[in-house]
């Protein structure tokens, strides 16, 4: 998807349930983000709009939070930030790694996971970054 398209998903508010930034551009997920978190009502958005980092929140409450319903009915946005998980540095319990892999399946169709993985060295052999 190009920045453009993306920028009118989140103008009219169509979001995919799962998005995964890639790439090399710090500056493009940073605009993303804040364009995100401004689509949200500002009454609501410390409630539907979460920046989690894995290495400190965990995959568990990750996933909890994106399958959390809504405040106001509208769509939760849930942005993962350091996904070691996806890196040979890093690995997940054996229930985690399940967990995830249900969730990467069938994603939650009102909320939407984004996966910041801009800069990472991504390991390809695993089967969640397959997912």
């Known amino acids: 998807m190009t920045p453009t398209d993306f920028k009118k998903q989140i103008k009219n508010k169509r979001l995919p349930a799962l998005i995964f930034f890639t790439g090399t551009e710090d500056f493009l997920t940073e605009q993303f983000s804040n364009l995100l978190e401004n689509s949200i009502d500002e009454n609501f958005r410390a409630w539907d709009f979460v ?70 060295s991504l390991d390809k052999r695993k089967k969640r970054l397959k997912a």
């Not at 409450?61 to 994106?66: G, I, K, N, S």
């Not at 849930?78 to 069938?106: D, G, H, M, R």
């Open 51 to 120: 920046r989690a980092d894995v290495n400190d929140t965990g995959i568990k409450e990750v996933l909890a939070d994106v399958s959390t319903l809504s405040f106001n009915a509208s769509r939760r946005i849930v942005i993962v930030e350091n996904p070691l998980f996806l890196t040979a540095k890093n690995s997940l319990e054996k229930s985690e790694e399940n967990l995830l892999l249900k969730y990467l399946n069938n994603p939650e169709g009102e909320n939407s996971l984004i996966i910041n993985a801009v800069n990472f």
